[in-house]
């Protein structure tokens, strides 16, 4: 008889996507897509990454290596008792929880195996502790405590730069509980409330699955940045569909539940209403805080090795005397990121005093904080006026905008708008992948592809920025046919019809 352990990587997924445990054991699997070329080359790779990491960090270590779980266990636990310093790839078990953490850890202290017991530590490429983290670091933490008499208080995670991240277990306790008992429903066969977000579409290989179950309901999962807490407590007071959530009277809901404040319940009945007329609404006029030059930033990362291979600037498209150009610093190799993120700081010194710097979304500014600390450039000022020149286009977009999609991706919202990539490569995902075939086989034609796509996703930044600038001027909301033109291929400007 098969076994449905409960294992952490059903808390990872229910934390990208509440469905996603349900969809593994109840779900048809003719709607599970097939795993991508970039998702079995980052499992391949990160394996491998991880491997380096921690010979790296930790040194030797013994290795557990099983053909089953209860092999692996009966392994895993004889070297617990022997009092070995690192065990890898250890398997735990108790009942029908079953982990394995990548690393357990000896610890002094008085323990079932005598005066040590084990931590355990995951391997990431993360440089921040979340959520999901907390939840599987916490699942092995009671794991080991069945088994070693003894709660490990301060698991943690390490990164790649080796950053070790420890966090008190025992204050996700409550948590991990609220968590688990959700799991446990799933695992009886309850199916969650729909919902629709990006990680189901970035993580979950069942998108399709929660598309359909909230498509087919009109439901309020659709509504773009809605969270699960915000759901509950529309639906608590009766408002499940997208129509529901268009009439509601905000004065009216405010407070009536958790997490609903007017200014949120004005911008569900907007999504609503936007989604239901597929209107585009302008909620509050654009102020351009353009100084200077214009430059629009975007960066290609590797996830398996968590390194930067590509900056890549379009630049100057604003000032109609200057005639926009796009530059780029690369990598080429992985291990040349140190001399790319150099040429990029030597760089920054031959900017105007003047300048502006358009991203989409947190992940540019992140990366820079990142790479400032892996090559010693913390307080760098050219570094510090260059990120404090930054502008988030995505939460301009948000500010002053509600448009009739699911998500608000630069590629969804600049598509919708008009704008179209061109190239070979269309999309980060793929980036990854041609990349890893340009360090494989060196042929100049694949590395043009990924500068391309990256000078598109400039462009891009450029062409939201300037439809800002002539559509969300003033408040007001447009209808079909849209007065902007469609399609505008590249175009880096907007003109009003």
């Not at 398997?91 to 323990?111: A, F």
């Not at 005598?114 to 009671?142: C, S």
């Not at 654009?286 to 090795?305: A, M, N, Q, R, V």
Request: aromatic share 12%.
């Amino acid at each position: 008889m098969t076994v449905d352990f409960l294992t952490a990587a059903d808390f990872y997924r229910y934390l990208q996507c509440p469905h996603w445990p349900y969809w593994e054991r109840f779900g048809d699997k003719k709607l599970k897509r097939h795993i991508s070329a970039m998702e079995e080359m980052c499992q391949a790779d990160g394996l491998e990454h991880e491997r380096q990491i921690v010979k790296k960090y930790f040194g030797a270590m013994r290795e557990v290596k099983a053909a089953s779980g209860e092999e692996g266990f009966k392994k895993t636990l004889t070297l617990m008792q022997e009092g070995a310093p690192l065990i890898y790839q250890g398997w735990l078990m108790d009942g029908d929880w079953r982990g394995r953490p990548d690393i357990l850890e000896r610890r002094e202290g008085k323990s079932a195996f005598g005066n040590w017991y084990y931590v355990p530590l995951d391997i990431k490429r993360a440089h921040e502790i979340k959520k999901e983290h907390m939840a599987q670091l916490t699942f092995y933490a009671l794991l080991l405590e069945r088994i070693q008499k003894r709660f490990p208080a301060e698991p943690a995670i390490v990164n790649g730069d080796g950053d070790r991240m420890p966090f008190q277990a025992e204050t996700f306790l409550s948590e991990f509980e609220r968590l688990r008992e959700n799991i446990e429903r799933i695992r009886d066969g309850e199916i969650p409330d729909p919902v629709y977000r990006k990680s189901c579409v970035d993580k979950s290989p069942w998108s399709d699955a929660c598309f359909n179950l909230a498509y087919e309901k009109n439901d309020i999962a659709l509504l773009f940045n809605v969270d699960v807490r915000k759901l509950a407590s529309l639906r608590s007071l009766g408002i499940r569909t997208i129509d529901d959530a268009a009439d509601i009277d905000p004065e009216a809901l405010e407070g009536q539940a958790p997490g609903l404040t007017l200014r949120g319940l004005r911008r569900v009945q907007q999504q609503a209403k936007s989604l239901r007329g597929e209107r585009v609404i302008i909620h509050k006029t654009f102020t351009d805080k353009h100084e200077g030059l214009e430059i629009h930033f975007d960066i290609e990362s590797h996830p398996p090795t968590d390194t930067d291979y590509l900056y890549g600037f379009w630049m100057g498209g604003h000032i109609p005397t200057n005639h926009p150009y796009y530059i780029s610093f690369v990598a080429e190799k992985i291990t040349d990121e140190k001399k790319m993120w150099k040429a990029f700081l030597k760089w920054l010194p031959t900017l105007p005093a003047s300048y502006t710097v358009y991203h989409y979304a947190s992940y540019e500014s992140a990366r820079l904080t990142v790479l400032a600390r892996r090559y010693g450039d913390e307080g760098n000022p050219w570094l510090e006026k260059f990120k404090s020149r930054m502008i988030d286009l995505k939460e301009e977009t948000r500010e002053h905008v509600v448009l009739p999609l699911y998500f608000y991706s630069l590629k969804k919202i600049c598509k919708f708008l008009g704008f179209d990539w061109k190239g070979d490569v269309q999309g980060g995902g793929e980036s990854v992948v041609a990349f890893e075939k340009w360090r494989k086989t060196k042929k100049r034609a694949i590395l043009n592809s990924i500068l391309q796509y990256n000078e598109e996703d400039v462009r891009a930044t450029a062409f939201l920025l300037n439809w800002l600038r002539h559509y969300a001027m003033k408040e007001k909301e447009f209808s079909k046919p849209y007065p902007w033109s469609s399609p505008m291929l590249h175009g880096d400007s907007v003109e009003p019809s």
